[in-house]
């Protein structure tokens, strides 16, 4: 059974910084490309960083572009996100999510499998 669970959620204040953590289980995480996904209060879901199976290439969005880091240990067979200089508009519940490709294709529409989620608070 496939399953994702996210760890490392919480507040932090306005420039903190905060590392997710998702555990995967019942595939490996290189096999697949693995995304990180956010929902804002109001908001629909938007992906955040992904990285691909096949060539490790990552993709991130221009909001957290030099702030995020996305990687992958395949020996743990986790997913992390490294968030740095937190901005209020950061505040969201954080997802990791599995594709169904090798390769993000800019849509979370081949994502068959999703975590339950961890909620990030950045605020004074």
């Known amino acids: 059974e496939v399953q994702l669970v996210e760890f490392g959620g919480g507040l932090v204040p306005p420039g903190g910084s905060l590392t997710l953590s998702c555990a995967a289980s019942?595939?490996?995480?290189?096999?697949?490309?693995m995304t990180w996904v956010r929902q804002a209060p109001g908001k629909e879901f938007e992906w955040i960083a992904a990285?691909?199976?096949?060539?490790?290439?990552?993709t991130y969005l221009d909001s957290v572009k030099g702030r995020f880091t996305i990687s992958r240990d395949n020996t743990k067979n986790t997913l992390s996100l490294q968030m740095n200089s937190l901005k209020p508009e950061d505040t969201a519940a954080y997802y990791c999510?599995?594709?169904?490709?090798?390769?993000?294709?800019?849509?979370?529409?081949?994502?068959?499998?999703w975590g339950r989620g961890t909620q990030v608070t950045v605020s004074s």
């Open positions: 999510a599995k594709d169904e490709e090798e390769y993000f294709r800019g849509s979370l529409t081949t994502h068959n499998y």
């Open positions: 019942g595939f490996t995480v290189n096999s697949y490309a």
């Open positions: 990285i691909n199976s096949i060539d490790d290439k990552i």
